[in-house]
């Protein structure tokens, strides 16, 4: 196998790579914000039932869930596991835990809000949803957006944890080409992509930082 | 015409009793400023008063719509819906601003207008730069608050509350974090509306303000009104207790 041929097969790794990363994305962070509501819900059951819900998905290992996840269905259920839905536990798996961190990363900001911003759109007749997503969680993400940047870095590279159900992603793909063509290479090759992938993220939050520091 | 009626008040926190059977009322075009010791439940009945708090027991209406009624011993609000009307009537003004730091200045001012009230924003923008000159910040438009000194950002707020057109405007110490400079700009912004007729309540450490500016003046301690009457008349009080708080003040200012 030439290196035009080895960097090929990367690059489809690479794709599906940035595509649970996009896709748990896209799920974990408005599921985290449901997650962090019911977290500081006035109602006992749903703030129990939220804390048990981030307590356990921090305190289990990533990797452990993915597996449940991938064999859980089979195992409990009896149904039988497809090769599509493979890529479904990747992202099912890597949303609902990322939302549990997010969750957290939501409650502190929301609750670092001051109480005067809140009685100023009351003052003013705003509707309690119309002060959420006016005034409170515009100035929400500016808070987290450092500890979001941190969770978002983390994922690049936990996206990697898909190999432990031999997912085909970036990973996955690099240590069996290295495996069959006994070369450090293709190691080489998946080192450099989640470096540049992780630099690229973390310039486009800085930007986005930048964008916001209009006000203080 | 009574715009503000609030009756018979009585609110605690935690066991601690603010207000102890408060009761007071604005007619329309009236200057009404509140003064007193801290702790003496001045701010809770403004508070009250703006739905901030609720009352736990007392009426309160705005032009004769019951916001809260007391009904055996504890006030009954009215429902959402119809507080949400009554939250027209008034605007308040906070001790500290309140500003929302994300917007610039005329979008603090014109956003409730336009989203509230749902009123025509090419409309609402003029009448908002409108009331930026008469607070002196015309060129202060696309400013956020962070750029803008205390007594600005008093003076947006001040307008933030005007455009919403409120039939009584509240003042919970205005002054109160602002230095001594910045304290006679919004002096002077009130005591312009005050010509103009705007109703008000202000609560204020302001004495010489207080006097010069008001209908009426109250003086509270200890969650109750000691004295309810003209500047002139309380600022001559025999009452003990309003000469105590006042002598202070009179040492205070030579």
Known sequence: ?216 | MKLLEMNHVKKSFDGNVVLKNISLSVEEGEVVSIIGPSGSGKSTLLRCATLLETMDDGDLYYLNEAAAVSEGGRSVYASGSKLKTIERQFGLVFQNFNLFPHYSVLKNITDAPIHVQKREKKEVIEEARVLLEKMGLSDRADYYPCQLSGGQQQRVSIARALAMNPKILFFDEPTSALDPELTGEILKVITDLAKEKMTMVIVTHEMNFAKEVSDRMIFMDKGVIVEETTPEELFASTNQRTREFLGKYHILNG
Not at chain 1, 6 to 20: E, H, S, W
Not at chain 1, 69 to 89: C, E, K, M, W
Not at chain 1, 140 to 168: G, H, M, Q, W
């Open chain 1, 1 to 216: 196998m030439n290196l035009q041929v080895m960097m090929q097969q990367l690059a489809g790794g690479m794709l599906t790579t940035v595509q649970i990363f996009v896709l748990t994305l896209l799920f974990s962070l408005p599921l985290g914000l449901c997650i962090s509501f019911g977290r500081m819900s006035g109602n006992i059951v749903l703030r129990g039932f939220a804390k048990l819900y981030i307590s356990i998905m921090r305190g289990t290992p990533l990797m452990l869930q993915l597996l449940v996840v991938y064999f859980g269905p089979y195992y409990i259920f009896g149904i039988g596991i497809t090769s599509a839905y493979r890529a479904y536990a990747v992202v099912i798996a890597f949303a609902i835990n990322y939302a549990a961190y997010f969750a957290e990363i939501y409650r502190g900001g929301i609750e670092s809000m001051p109480k005067g911003q809140y009685e100023a759109a009351k003052v003013l007749g705003y509707t309690k949803t119309q002060t959420f997503f006016k005034i409170i969680f515009p100035q929400v993400i500016k808070r987290i957006l450092p500890s979001v940047t941190n969770e978002v870095i983390t994922l690049v590279k936990d996206t990697s944890l898909a190999f432990s159900i031999a997912y085909a992603e970036m990973f996955t793909t690099a240590k069996a080409i290295a495996a069959s063509q006994k070369s450090m290479v293709p190691f080489i090759a998946a080192a450099i992509f989640y470096y540049v992938f992780n630099f690229i993220v973390a310039a486009l939050m800085e930007f986005w930082e930048k964008k916001m520091s209009y006000y203080s």
